[in-house]
């Protein structure tokens, strides 16, 4: 087992009343990696899962919880959904774009066959793929991974917690937003790039995707940890860690 080790986080400035401490955001993630080390075993790795619908703050989570851990000493490797996008004309194979993006959006038998199964069969992967370009609509991106036993992988995306994937976890984080401020932030976003249609986007497409997944998987019912990042100033483990609560 691993001892859980506290660090501070640099270079980091609290402008806004009422945003979380220093020492807040340290315990915070302390808490959470606590719990995702109490399921390490020796000489295996460890596959964590950080879900959550669009907009929720699922990369900015992942990159910090993987700063901690590289700095309290642990080897980490991150797998980002978003890396795995099938190209736009298997995206958009299907009528109703809601089904579509779905059943089609990310290579799901790609991801399972190059990491995942090999990472629990094997407990070793040192490959390079060659991901999609999604502007480019090309496979012009290359990626290193590399995974051995002590390796703790954090991989993040939506629409995460389902077959053939789910079986790999061996910890999941579910980061919860309301719909309400998935659109706030969606057009805080992107509104001055794409206007109106923003929302429109987001109501007619991602929304209902996202709810039609969460009603068909449960994915909070099936999480270790949800974070309640309805103001990720001031994030809150709501299930998992009680001491943060």
């Not at 080790?5 to 009343?17: A, C, K, N, P």
């Not at 995306?157 to 790999?168: I, M, S």
């Not at 932030?185 to 923003?198: I, M, N, P, Y």
Request: proline share 3%.
């Amino acid at each position: 087992m691993y001892e859980t080790v506290i660090f501070d986080l640099e270079g980091i400035s609290s402008e806004r009343e009422g945003e979380k401490s220093f020492d807040e955001i340290n315990g915070f993630y302390k808490a959470i990696a606590s719990e995702i080390l109490c399921k390490k075993q020796e000489n295996l790795p460890l596959v964590v899962g950080i879900n959550g619908v669009d907009t929720s703050g699922k990369t900015t989570f992942t990159k910090e919880l993987d700063r901690y851990l590289s700095k309290a000493g642990f080897k980490t490797q991150t797998i980002l959904m978003d890396d795995f996008h099938n190209p736009s004309e298997i995206r958009n194979r299907e009528v109703d774009p809601v089904i579509s993006y779905t059943n089609n959006a990310f290579d799901l038998a790609k991801i399972e066959k190059e990491l995942l199964k090999p990472i629990a069969a094997e407990m070793v992967v040192d490959k390079t793929l060659m991901l999609l370009d999604i502007e480019e609509d090309k496979f012009l991106n290359e990626k290193r991974y590399y995974i051995d036993k002590d390796t703790i992988v954090l991989f993040e995306g939506v629409l995460l917690y389902r077959e053939p994937l789910n079986k790999y976890f061996d910890f999941r984080i579910f980061i919860d937003i309301s719909f309400e401020e998935v659109l706030r932030r969606a057009e805080e976003r992107d509104g001055v790039l794409f206007g109106d249609k923003v929302i429109e986007r987001y109501n007619n497409k991602y929304i209902p995707i996202q709810k039609l997944y969460i009603e068909k998987y449960n994915p909070k019912n099936i999480s270790d940890v949800i974070v309640d990042n309805e103001d990720y100033f001031n994030p809150k483990i709501i299930k998992g860690t009680a001491k943060l609560r």
